[in-house]
């Protein structure tokens, strides 16, 4: 199985900080990685895929680049909003893995 | 608009069953590959099975032979069989489209707490 590594697991920052979550694929996933969003007692919430690839509706702060097997998940100006649990999952091949998940929190 | 409903979640003994169900609104899942990913609580996210819109199912390892995802496409619906339970699986259970196997959509969830 694909194994993905996401880091930080936890991430302090302040409204209008850039932030920056990064998620390894194991092996290649030829960028079928999407970024979801999810608070809680919420459903995920797509953002990104394709590895950047922005879901329509969501705001242009959010952006994905990929690099190899090393994707980033990048919100420019951090929002009220934003504060959330982040996922990364690849779906180049079953079984499909998420990453552990990113919590962005107050600092 | 595209809506997705599980229902069928609650409280179960180790080693029982329960059928979990989720209907589609909106859309025809006939032209979509349909998943279920679990949760369990405070964890992230485990795919669980998907149905492909060909007819094909894939599961992951932890529950190969223990649960199994279906589909009818005329009454619109997804559903998993899960036998063999055990706590492990306490988990919400989300069902979710594939475009074709991008997550786009999820229903709000149903919780399933395996428990004696």
């Known amino acids: 199985d694909i194994q993905m590594t996401q880091s930080p697991s936890t991430l302090s920052a302040s409204v209008g900080d850039r932030v920056t979550i990064t998620c390894r694929a194991s092996?290649?996933?030829?960028?079928?990685l999407a970024w979801f969003q999810q608070k809680p007692g919420k459903a995920p919430k797509l953002l990104i895929y394709?590895?950047?690839t922005l879901e329509a509706g969501v705001p242009s702060r959010f952006s994905g680049s990929a690099s190899g097997t090393e994707f980033t998940l990048t919100i420019s100006s951090l929002q009220p909003d934003d504060f959330a649990t982040y996922y990364c999952?690849?779906?180049?091949?079953?079984?499909?893995?998420f990453g552990q998940g990113t919590k962005v929190e107050v600092k | 608009e595209v809506q997705l409903v599980e229902t069928g979640g609650g409280l179960i003994q180790p080693g029982g069953s329960l059928r979990l169900s989720c209907a589609a609104s909106?859309?025809?899942?006939?032209?979509?590959?349909m998943t279920w990913v679990r949760q369990a609580p405070g964890k992230g996210l485990e795919w669980v099975s998907v149905?492909?819109?060909?007819?094909?199912?894939y599961d992951a390892d932890s529950v190969k032979g223990r649960f199994t995802i279906s589909r009818d496409n005329s009454k619109n619906a997804v559903f998993l069989q899960m036998n063999s339970v055990r706590a492990e699986d306490t988990a919400v259970y989300y069902c979710?489209?594939?475009?074709?196997?991008?997550?786009?959509?999820w229903g709000q969830g149903t919780l399933v707490t395996v428990s004696s």
């Open positions: 394709q590895a950047s």
């Open positions: 999952q690849q779906y180049d091949s079953y079984v499909w893995t």
């Open positions: 979710a489209r594939g475009d074709p196997w991008v997550l786009g959509h």
């Open positions: 909106g859309f025809a899942i006939s032209n979509h590959h």
């Open positions: 092996q290649n996933i030829n960028n079928w």
């Open positions: 149905t492909e819109s060909g007819g094909r199912t």
